[in-house]
């Protein structure tokens, strides 16, 4: 082949790949606008004060699910940010060992399992022991969708944190465990932060988990006990309806989860940002 | 020995949060097989191969829905996979230096979108366009294949696998950006100073390298694309159809899950769909294992 | 060998630190053979020795250090006065309280500002003590570290304001905050600038009177500035020990001349 077919060859692929960036881009675009456009229209304050009410009765809003989310993140993060950084410290200060190797390689494969799947889980274990839906089961299945990703965000950042400062705190006459609560955790809380944002943001954003976890409520509800309602479902159940009202009101709750959603992700990458002394 | 006990307990509970991690799994997969064991009995191996899904006679069967899953996965790869690639390597080669972070970013934000909201669209956007433009277009000019037969519902098979490739796209580009630019500076300028066109040196020398990192990559974005739920969910149509027309509306094992599960009245049914969890379990396992096996040989390569 | 044994015996009731038969190995590989030394109260006593020559591990048994390392494996006695501190019953942690270190690299806590660095080892084991006493701790610690006039007006700040020369100045201050026995100091200029080492060699050798300091260095030029005696080590071994002045006039070792006179290492 001579040079100049190979040089256009060359510029050609390149082009390419210029193309597919631009083409994930364009998606990117495409579904924010979408959702600016359709979500930004039906966008009211009724929305965020109103509870549901059925079709073809105008107005009505989704301040019930607003708090269900708030609620099952709350429960979420209870039980699975003391998991995922203990776990994590776990792996990098006290396992040179065999189970240290599995629980990272167990964690690996469960932040890879279908969500549905852990949904379907605690629906054995909880809904059925219970005999109800409950908010409860909910924040139990998001909760072990959150846990492997904030080991994982603990045991990254931890292993930045060098040596020499777990060294200086022994050399003190500090005992390893008020090492790590004292200098380790606060040297690497920058990328723990990080990792609780983001577990934040991917919990908030699930729907499969809770569709027959905490299920959904048309109604205020704040016991643990109880089915709760939340955005996803919500956005599921009315997007999947023939009512054009619900529709609207579907593509608004998406705006606001995407809002989010993609707040806490910049906010994270933000804290991520920030100057780390190592 | 005050300070002891502070040790001891603290210790304890990292070891008891490492256990429950590994329990969790454990009894996930337990949970699954102990409540499938009336499907698996009832069914046996024809669970797998059978082609019928009828809550009505109480007749469940597998294939429709593994068959959907794999389709819409494939799907997903064909168009997905080699877009990732593309995008990767225009990030680590193409762009300018100080470009690479925030470009990174929009492309991770892709990743950041809740998977009901790509359901949205799909529904709401792709769809009415794959009904009015793009399947009638396929059909006319490439329906003497089979997958392009047959009148395009908007939902089905087609719309799934688009909307799984858009979702792969951030997994896929992230893991291969990170080893392609793993790649030693050395080698570029090497196969450079050789006479390489700059396409040459990333075919040969960069991808040659970042080979089983990118396929790991793609095992970890078909591992999304097997499991995702809600966005499938509502743009394939839920009917448990086998059909090689891509315009078909179809099943896949999760959205049959999430679509079924809250209205199982009978006990069977119930444990066909957990059953169904079950298989799921396994294929992403494997999926999962498969990928780690080609990082750690990534890693001994070095 | 004989005679300081000797010497080490008129002065018993003055000796600090002593090792008996220690030996030490990083998995297969035996870093100390057989170590037996004698260190005197208020003295500044160099290790010296070509790199790889076991001088860090001896350093780090002497505060069990050591022992943390994966791999790590140590046996034989480290009597700090009459307590050997390898006893079984013993808890490393309270060992560390009475033996300071400072490590080759500045290793101030980036968590914490420069006053809580200070007193890190007053909060890291939780001891409770008032506001004025932990202000008077402070500024007697790093006016010993002779670096307050340089800090007294940016104590809220962040360390890594300061520079190198000056942050490993804070972590002598940190060390002597907890008013230990006897201070380790790991090559603690090996990464300085020569005006900051002049600096620190200067603190050293005013902290006598308060510890009994252990420096091991591969400068030689500095061991024989600030040091009172010397211990040569050479594989694992100690070749040889005295007093500074006598080991640079009149080594008693062949091994010791050629590695002084810099025929090796």
Redesign the interface.
């Known amino acids: 082949m001579n040079y100049r077919i190979?040089?256009i060859?060359?510029?050609i692929?390149?082009g390419?790949?210029?193309?597919?960036?631009i083409?994930?881009?364009f998606?990117?675009f495409?579904?924010?606008g979408?959702?600016f456009i359709?979500g930004l229209s039906s966008l009211n304050l009724s929305l965020f004060i109103e509870l549901p009410k059925p079709p073809g009765i105008p107005g009505g809003g989704v301040a019930n699910a607003i708090v269900g989310t708030l609620l099952l993140s709350i429960i979420a993060g209870i039980i699975g940010i003391?998991?995922?950084?203990?776990?994590g410290?776990?792996?990098v200060?006290?396992?040179?060992n065999r189970?240290?190797w599995?629980?990272r390689?167990?964690?690996?494969?469960?932040s890879?399992?279908?969500?549905?799947?852990?949904g379907?889980?605690v629906?054995?274990?909880i809904v059925i022991s219970m005999k109800r839906f409950s908010a409860l089961a909910g924040g139990v299945a998001l909760s072990?969708i959150m846990?492997?990703i904030i080991?994982k965000a603990t045991e990254e950042s931890l292993k930045m944190v060098?040596n020499?400062?777990r060294?200086?705190?022994?050399?003190?006459?500090?005992?390893?465990?008020?090492?790590?609560?004292?200098?380790v955790l606060?040297?690497g809380?920058s990328g723990i932060v990080t990792g609780i944002m983001s577990a934040f943001?991917r919990i908030?954003?699930?729907?499969?988990p809770l569709?027959?976890t905490s299920?959904n409520s048309s109604f205020w509800s704040l016991r643990l006990d109880q089915p709760i309602a939340s955005l996803?479902v919500t956005?599921?159940n009315y997007?999947?309806s023939p009512y054009k009202e619900w529709?609207n009101i579907?593509?608004a709750s998406?705006f606001i989860?995407?809002m989010i959603?993609?707040l806490l992700?910049i906010l994270a990458?933000y804290y991520a940002r920030r100057k780390t002394?190592? | 020995m005050r300070?002891?006990i502070?040790?001891r307990?603290?210790?304890n509970?990292?070891?008891?949060?490492?256990l429950?991690?590994?329990l969790?799994?454990g009894?996930?997969f337990y949970?699954?097989l102990i409540?499938s064991i009336p499907s698996i009995k009832r069914f046996g191996w024809r669970f797998l191969i059978e082609t019928i899904w009828d809550p009505v006679i109480e007749h469940f069967s597998a294939l429709p829905s593994i068959y959907g899953t794999i389709i819409t996965s494939i799907i997903a790869l064909i168009l997905g996979f080699?877009?990732?690639?593309?995008?990767a390597?225009?990030?680590s080669?193409?762009?300018p230096y100080y470009l690479k972070q925030p470009?990174s970013?929009?492309?991770?934000?892709?990743g950041?979108?809740?998977?009901?909201?790509?359901?949205?669209?799909g529904?709401?956007?792709l769809a009415p366009i794959i009904q009015i433009k793009i399947g009638p277009f396929l059909n006319k000019y490439l329906g003497f294949l089979p997958f392009f037969q047959g009148y395009p519902m908007g939902v089905g098979f087609l719309t799934a696998g688009i909307v799984l490739a858009?979702m792969i796209?951030p997994t896929i580009?992230s893991i291969s950006r990170e080893i392609i630019s793993a790649v030693p500076k050395e080698q570029r300028e090497g196969a450079l100073a050789l006479g390489m066109?700059?396409?040459?040196m990333?075919?040969k020398v960069v991808l040659g390298n970042a080979k089983s990192g990118i396929f790991a990559g793609g095992i970890?974005g078909l591992?999304?694309a097997?499991?995702?739920?809600?966005a499938v969910t509502?743009v394939i149509g839920n009917s448990p159809k086998i059909s090689l027309s891509l315009f078909s509306p179809g099943y896949t094992i999760?959205s049959t899950?999430?679509n079924e599960?809250?209205e199982a009245v009978g006990k069977l049914h119930l444990s066909s769909?957990?059953e169904l969890?079950l298989i799921?379990?396994f294929i992403?396992?494997f999926?999962?294992?498969l990928t780690?096996y080609f990082i750690i040989k990534r890693i001994e390569k070095r | 060998m004989q005679e300081e044994k000797h010497i080490f015996k008129e002065e018993k009731n003055l000796e600090k630190l002593r090792t008996e038969n220690l030996n030490a190995w990083f998995s297969s590989l035996q870093i100390l053979k057989n170590i037996n030394i004698s260190i005197k109260k208020n003295t500044l006593t160099a290790i010296i020795g070509p790199s790889g020559c076991g001088k860090t591990t001896l350093l780090r048994c002497f505060?069990r250090?050591h022992e943390?390392t994966?791999g790590a494996r140590i046996e034989g006695k480290v009597f700090l006065e009459d307590l050997n501190i390898y006893d079984n019953n013993l808890?490393p942690?309270?060992?560390?309280?009475?033996i300071?270190?400072v490590?080759q690299?500045p290793?101030?806590?980036?968590?914490m500002n420069i006053y809580e660095n200070v007193i890190?080892?007053y909060?890291?084991?939780?001891r409770k003590i008032s506001k004025e006493e932990l202000d008077n701790i402070v500024e007697k610690s790093l006016r010993l570290a002779g670096i307050w006039d340089e800090v007294k007006d940016r104590l809220k700040n962040h360390p890594?304001e300061l520079s190198g020369g000056q942050q490993q100045r804070v972590?002598i201050a940190?060390?002597l905050a907890?008013e230990p026995e006897v201070l380790?100091m790991d090559e603690p200029t090996s990464a300085l600038d020569p005006i900051s080492t002049y600096k620190i060699e200067d603190t050293i050798k005013t902290l006598k009177d308060h510890v009994t300091i252990i420096i091991v260095t591969h400068n030689m030029q500095q061991a024989a500035r600030i040091s009172d005696e010397i211990i040569f080590m050479y594989m694992g071994e100690v070749i040889e020990v005295g007093r500074t002045s006598e080991i640079f006039t009149n080594p008693k070792k062949k091994l010791t001349e050629d590695y002084i006179t810099g025929r090796f290492g």
């Not at chain 2, 066109?197 to 040459?200: A, M």
Request: net charge positive; aromatic share 14%; hydrophobic share 55%.
């Open positions: 190979r040089k060859y060359s510029e692929m390149l390419l790949c210029v193309f597919s960036f083409l994930g881009v998606f990117l495409w579904i924010l979408d959702l359709k003391p998991i995922g950084i203990l776990a410290v776990y792996i200060e006290y396992g040179n189970l240290a599995w629980t390689f167990i964690s690996e494969v469960l890879g399992i279908p969500t549905i799947i852990i379907v889980f629906y054995i274990l072990i846990i492997p080991t060098p020499s400062v060294e200086a705190s022994y050399a003190l006459g500090a005992p390893k465990w008020r090492t790590i609560i004292k200098v606060p040297s809380s943001a908030m954003g699930e729907t499969a569709l027959f299920l996803t956005i599921y997007a999947t529709q579907a593509w998406s989860l995407a959603v993609l992700n990458k002394h190592f | 300070k002891n502070g040790e307990i603290f210790k509970l990292t070891l008891l949060s490492s429950i991690i590994i969790v799994m009894a996930i949970e699954l409540a080699p877009i990732s690639i593309g995008i390597i225009f990030i080669e193409i762009c470009l970013f929009i492309i991770e934000l892709l950041a979108i809740p998977s009901i909201i790509y359901g949205m669209w529904l709401f956007t858009i796209i580009s066109t700059q396409w040459e990333i075919w970890l591992g999304r097997l499991g995702e739920t809600m509502m999760s899950i999430a599960f809250t769909l957990i969890a799921l379990f992403t396992f999926t999962i294992a780690r | 505060n250090l943390l994966p808890d942690v309270l060992i560390r309280r009475r300071g270190m490590f690299r290793n101030l806590f980036y968590n890190s080892g909060i890291l084991n939780k890594s972590c940190r060390a907890v380790l």
